[in-house]
């Protein structure tokens, strides 16, 4: 019974996981100079300090999403909160902004504010990952 519950947690955990690396997350690569060693090195946008290298650029992305995937685990395992992508990140092809009215519990309400202190963000990040993370183009919604 022990090892169904283990495996039944490993599964979670690696759903989780997966959830995380498909968001949009920015990756920034460099070249690196003769100096410095040569090859590339990358890091992604919201996690600075989560980088790679590679004697190409393509070894740098993959290098930089092994440490990436390490550490979202780890967060996980030890229950941290992990950020999501950045807003400048996601290309939705559109500025203008409208104001809606929604209802939901205050339980739920007091569980956003301890995350953010931006409920509007909140909410647009959300309706951004459900379509990121079903592989869908908000830009071509009509």
Not at 48 to 59: A, K, M
């Amino acid at each position: 019974m022990k090892e169904i519950i283990t495996n039944k947690t490993e599964n979670l955990l690696k759903n989780k996981v997966n959830f995380y690396l498909q968001l949009p997350y920015k990756i920034k690569v460099q070249a690196l100079s003769d100096k410095d060693g040569g090859g590339f090195f990358a890091n992604y946008e919201d996690f600075p300090f989560i980088i790679g290298d590679g004697e190409t650029e393509l070894d740098a992305i993959n290098d930089v999403k092994k440490a990436f995937a390490f550490v979202i685990e780890q967060d996980l395992k030890e229950g941290k909160f992990i950020k999501l992508p950045s807003q400048k990140n996601y290309d939705l092809n559109d500025d203008k902004k409208v104001n809606i009215s929604i209802s939901i519990s205050q339980k739920f309400l007091d569980l956003i504010d301890k995350i953010t202190n931006n409920r509007s963000e909140f909410f647009e990040n959300a309706a951004n990952i459900i379509y990121s993370f079903n592989n869908l183009n908000p830009s071509k919604i009509k």
